[in-house]
């Protein structure tokens, strides 16, 4: 078996603490390298439950000695997974937080195998926060996968894990470009809009549906998104003075009313 701790990592400069950080910053880097970075016990658990291989861990000393986190030592001991011991200076450098949790992990980038069931396409989804929200309702609305297109927020970043909060470790997730889509996607696909002329989301046919566009906050959704969606346009009617909700709201109200729909359904 791996042991447990390789070594204790006291300085920044260390190769691999200085790699983490590339992964970090850079999602040119992390593209190159197929790795990501999940931090904190939630997520970095998530990644661990999960089944996927982590390729590195480190923690601080005061994670070993609390129970949960001796609990989580003793399962990279198992997994056989390369653990480092670090400290408290070392975990800030590797932390994208203000308060690191005394975990990280890094891990390849998930590629999960698309799913039967409806396609959620993100267009022009930019803040980090609204992507992994929008990941997370995805997964708990049992989306068969998510496909985020050119001028998104390159979803395996920190925040959009953090915010994701082990979405990315149960949802296909993946990039394409809106030809693929095209040449991929089987039935409607609805455009959300804050249009009072477009159906009332409750009156769509979602098991029948192929797949549901969500476009950012400041522009909307483009025009392929637009030309690809056609005339099936879908709203979520509001109160009145309300002009509209964010992206990862709409998202989550469209996706939960399909997974109804589907329920419904359900032999």
Not at 103 to 116: E, G
Not at 192 to 199: G, H, L, R, S
Not at 210 to 219: F, V
Not at 234 to 263: C, D, H, K
Request: net charge neutral; hydrophobic share 50%.
């Amino acid at each position: 078996m791996f042991p447990v701790v390789v070594e204790t990592i006291s300085s920044s400069n260390n190769e691999r603490v200085r790699r983490v950080q590339a992964l970090l910053r850079s999602t040119r880097r992390r593209l190159r390298e197929g790795l990501c970075v999940a931090e904190g016990l939630r997520l970095a658990g998530e990644a661990l439950t999960s089944g996927l291989p982590l390729t590195w861990a480190f923690f601080t000393a005061e994670f070993a000695a609390d129970p949960r986190g001796a609990a989580w030592v003793a399962a990279l001991a198992e997994r056989q997974i390369p653990s480092w011991e670090v400290t408290p200076s070392v975990m800030a450098a590797l932390s994208a937080t203000e308060t690191p949790q005394g975990i990280v992990v890094v891990l390849p980038i998930p590629n999960l195998p698309p799913r039967t069931g409806l396609a959620l396409l993100l267009d022009g989804i930019r803040d980090p926060g609204n992507l992994g929200t929008i990941l997370r309702a995805a997964w708990a609305a049992g989306v068969g996968q998510v496909v985020t297109l050119p001028g998104c927020v390159d979803f395996t970043g920190p925040k959009v894990l953090r915010a994701g909060m082990g979405a990315h470790f149960h949802v296909p997730v993946r990039r394409a470009g809106w030809e693929q889509v095209r040449q991929t996607l089987e039935g409607p696909v609805w455009l959300a809009e804050a249009d009072p002329t477009a159906t009332p989301y409750a009156q769509v046919d979602w098991p029948a549906a192929g797949g549901l566009i969500i476009g950012g906050e400041a522009e909307g959704a483009g025009d392929e998104a637009r030309a690809l969606a056609g005339a099936h346009r879908v709203t979520i009617p509001m109160a009145e003075g309300v002009e509209s909700l964010n992206a990862a709201l709409s998202a989550a109200v469209l996706l939960f009313e399909a997974a109804r729909q589907r329920a419904v359904r359900a032999p």
